[in-house]
C-alpha cells in the first residue's frame, strides 16, 4: 500500500483552513498530520478539532520531520517567510492566494521552491471548478472564436479580521479577489496582461483598506477586460459572493456563473435565505491536485508562478490608482 502524503496546515488564520483540512481527510493517500499556529489558543482549538497533534515551534529540530507537504492558510503578509522555511526543509508547498503582498516575495518564493526542488502551488480552486473547465473547453475549441473582451465580477462580503488591516493582508478587495479572476483569464487566454487601470475606494464601509473598485486590465493580445472585485455584497447576502464573467469572441459570447450550481432555501422564520450548492467541490479538488502533484512529482494546475502572476495584477492596480495612469504589470 502507498504510503499517504502527510500535509501539515501552517496557520489556521485564513477562512479557508477548515475546507482545506476537510478536504486532506477525504482524499485518498493524503493525511492531515499536524497543525502550527502563531497563535497557540487558536491553533491548538483547530488541532484538537481535527484531533492531529499542534505544533508549538516550527524552529524546533524535528519540528519537519511528519509531513511531507505544508498547506499554507495564514495571513498574507506571512506567505512568503512560512513558504521559505518550507522550501528549505524539503516539504512541498500549497499556498493560499494572493502568493504574496510584494512581488519581490512572489519571486523569492518560487525560487526557493525551483532550487529546493519541491511542487509550489497556488491556491486557485476556480481552476477545478466544472463550470469554470467547461467554459475553458468552450474557449479553446473555439466556440467562441477569436475573444475580443471580458466582462467580470468578484464580489463579496467584507470578510472578518485580518482582512480589514494593509498590513496583513497587504491590501483589501483588490488584493483579495482579482487574483481569481486574472488566473482564471490567464488559463483561458493563455495569454499575459500587460496593462492595468483602476479606480479604488473603501466607500462600502469606510475601514483602512480598500472594498470598493473596478479595474481595466488590457491582456498582449489586446483583449481588454473589465473586473469589480468590490466587497459590496451585504452581511444578509445569502453567500459570501460570486464569481462571473462574459466574454465575447469574434463567433459569440460565452458566460460563466461559477457559484450559478445552487437551490435557494427561503426559510419560513425569520433567517436569511440559503444558497444550498451542488455540484463538483472545487476545494476538494485543488487539494486533490496538489497531493497528486507531489506524488507525480508535476505541476500543479495552478504553480507559484500562476500566482506571482495574478498578484503583479493587483499590485499594478494599486499603483494605477494612486498615480491616476494606466500601470505597466511588471512580470
Same mark, same amino acid.
Given at each position: 500500500?502507498?504510503?499517504?502524503?502527510?500535509?501539515?496546515?501552517?496557520?489556521?488564520?485564513?477562512?479557508?483552513?477548515?475546507?482545506?483540512?476537510?478536504?486532506?481527510?477525504?482524499?485518498?493517500?493524503?493525511?492531515?498530520?499536524?497543525?502550527?499556529?502563531?497563535?497557540?489558543?487558536?491553533?491548538?482549538?483547530?488541532?484538537?478539532?481535527?484531533?492531529?497533534?499542534?505544533?508549538?515551534?516550527?524552529?524546533?529540530?524535528?519540528?519537519?520531520?511528519?509531513?511531507?507537504?505544508?498547506?499554507?492558510?495564514?495571513?498574507?503578509?506571512?506567505?512568503?517567510?512560512?513558504?521559505?522555511?518550507?522550501?528549505?526543509?524539503?516539504?512541498?508547498?500549497?499556498?493560499?492566494?494572493?502568493?504574496?503582498?510584494?512581488?519581490?516575495?512572489?519571486?523569492?518564493? @518560487?525560487?526557493?521552491?525551483?532550487?529546493?526542488? @519541491?511542487?509550489?502551488?497556488?491556491?486557485?480552486?476556480?481552476?477545478?471548478?466544472?463550470?469554470?473547465?467547461?467554459?475553458?473547453?468552450?474557449?479553446?475549441?473555439?466556440?467562441?472564436?477569436?475573444?475580443?473582451?471580458?466582462?467580470?465580477?468578484?464580489?463579496?462580503?467584507?470578510?472578518?479580521?485580518?482582512?480589514?488591516?494593509?498590513?496583513?493582508?497587504?491590501?483589501?478587495?483588490?488584493?483579495?479577489?482579482? &487574483?481569481? @479572476?486574472?488566473?482564471?483569464?490567464?488559463?483561458?487566454?493563455?495569454?499575459?496582461? @500587460?496593462? &492595468?487601470?483602476?479606480?479604488?475606494?473603501?466607500?462600502?464601509?469606510?475601514?483602512?483598506?480598500?472594498?470598493?473598485?473596478?479595474?481595466?486590465?488590457?491582456?498582449?493580445?489586446?483583449?481588454?477586460?473589465?473586473?469589480?472585485?468590490?466587497?459590496?455584497?451585504?452581511?444578509?447576502?445569502?453567500?459570501?459572493?460570486?464569481?462571473?464573467?462574459?466574454?465575447?469572441?469574434?463567433?459569440?459570447?460565452?458566460?460563466?456563473?461559477?457559484?450559478?450550481?445552487?437551490?435557494?432555501?427561503?426559510?419560513?422564520?425569520?433567517?436569511?435565505?440559503?444558497?444550498?450548492?451542488?455540484?463538483?467541490?472545487?476545494?476538494?479538488?485543488?487539494?486533490?491536485?496538489?497531493?497528486?502533484?507531489?506524488?507525480?512529482?508535476?505541476?500543479?494546475?495552478?504553480?507559484?508562478?500562476?500566482?506571482?502572476?495574478?498578484?503583479?495584477?493587483?499590485?499594478?492596480?494599486?499603483?494605477?490608482?494612486?498615480?491616476?495612469?494606466?500601470?505597466?504589470?511588471v512580470p
Amino acid at each position: 500500500m502507498t504510503a499517504p502524503i502527510r500535509c501539515a496546515i501552517l496557520s489556521s488564520a485564513h477562512v479557508h483552513t477548515a475546507a482545506y483540512a476537510d478536504a486532506l481527510r477525504q482524499v485518498p493517500n493524503a493525511a492531515l498530520a499536524a497543525i502550527w499556529d502563531d497563535n497557540a489558543d487558536r491553533g491548538r482549538a483547530f488541532a484538537d478539532h481535527y484531533n492531529v497533534p499542534f505544533l508549538a515551534d516550527l524552529r524546533a529540530p524535528a519540528a519537519w520531520d511528519e509531513f511531507d507537504a505544508v498547506v499554507i492558510t495564514s495571513e498574507n503578509s506571512r506567505h512568503a517567510a512560512l513558504c521559505l522555511e518550507a522550501c528549505r526543509a524539503g516539504k512541498h508547498v500549497l499556498c493560499e492566494k494572493p502568493l504574496a503582498t510584494t512581488n519581490e516575495d512572489a519571486a523569492a518564493m @518560487v525560487a526557493a521552491a525551483d532550487t529546493a526542488g @519541491v511542487v509550489l502551488a497556488t491556491a486557485f480552486p476556480m481552476r477545478h471548478s466544472l463550470p469554470a473547465i467547461a467554459v475553458k473547453r468552450t474557449i479553446s475549441d473555439g466556440g467562441i472564436g477569436e475573444v475580443l473582451a471580458v466582462r467580470s465580477t468578484n464580489h463579496g462580503k467584507m470578510p472578518p479580521g485580518w482582512f480589514r488591516d494593509p498590513a496583513l493582508a497587504g491590501g483589501g478587495a483588490v488584493m483579495d479577489h482579482t &487574483v481569481h @479572476v486574472v488566473d482564471l483569464l490567464r488559463w483561458y487566454l493563455e495569454d499575459e496582461p @500587460v496593462e &492595468v487601470y483602476a479606480e479604488i475606494s473603501n466607500g462600502f464601509h469606510h475601514i483602512a483598506v480598500d472594498d470598493a473598485a473596478f479595474l481595466t486590465i488590457t491582456f498582449r493580445s489586446g483583449v481588454v477586460v473589465t473586473l469589480d472585485p468590490s466587497w459590496s455584497r451585504p452581511a444578509s447576502f445569502p453567500m459570501w459572493g460570486d464569481l462571473t464573467l462574459e466574454i465575447a469572441g469574434t463567433k459569440g459570447t460565452v458566460g460563466l456563473d461559477a457559484f450559478g450550481q445552487k437551490v435557494v432555501r427561503y426559510p419560513a422564520e425569520n433567517a436569511p435565505s440559503e444558497w444550498l450548492g451542488y455540484g463538483a467541490d472545487a476545494d476538494l479538488a485543488l487539494i486533490t491536485d496538489f497531493v497528486a502533484a507531489v506524488r507525480e512529482r508535476r505541476a500543479p494546475a495552478a504553480t507559484g508562478r500562476d500566482g506571482a502572476r495574478a498578484l503583479a495584477v493587483a499590485l499594478a492596480a494599486y499603483a494605477s490608482a494612486k498615480s491616476g495612469q494606466p500601470e505597466v504589470i511588471v512580470p
